[in-house]
Structure formats: structure tokens, C-alpha cells
């Protein structure tokens, strides 16, 4: 997933993993996935509860990409 590897990690298969964890709409997902948005507080502390993945990786800069 485009995320994960800007973050140095793989955690997710699709956009519907991400659906799940963060009770979104796909397109919203996909975004995400996409670095079309970037991570909200609250979806970062999906991640750290439902995944393990350290805050630190999450709270890293990434550019995001123009819609």
C-alpha cells in the first residue's frame, strides 16, 4: 500500500482493511491509501490500537500528493 511503504511499513492489504479500522467510506480509504489526505489524530490511534504500529511511524512527514 502506498502508505505503508512511505512509512516504512506494510501493515494492510486494501482499502477495505482500512474501511474496517477506521470506519470510513472506501473512497475516503483510498485517499489515505493514495497520500491524497493525510492521517487524522483519530486514525492514527486506530492504527497504534488495532495494528501495533509504533505512533512515532505514523506521525512521521509525508507529502501529500495533490488530488
Request: overall charge positive; glycine content about 6%.
Amino acid at each position: 500500500a502506498a502508505l505503508g511503504g512511505a512509512l516504512g511499513i506494510c501493515v494492510w492489504q486494501n482499502a477495505k482493511d482500512l474501511e474496517t479500522i477506521f470506519k470510513c467510506s472506501r473512497s475516503r480509504a483510498w485517499e489515505i491509501l493514495q497520500r491524497k489526505r493525510a492521517l487524522t489524530l483519530a486514525q492514527i490511534r486506530a492504527l497504534v490500537r488495532e495494528l501495533g504500529i509504533p505512533a512515532e511511524r505514523l506521525i512521521a512527514e509525508y507529502k501529500i500528493r495533490a488530488a
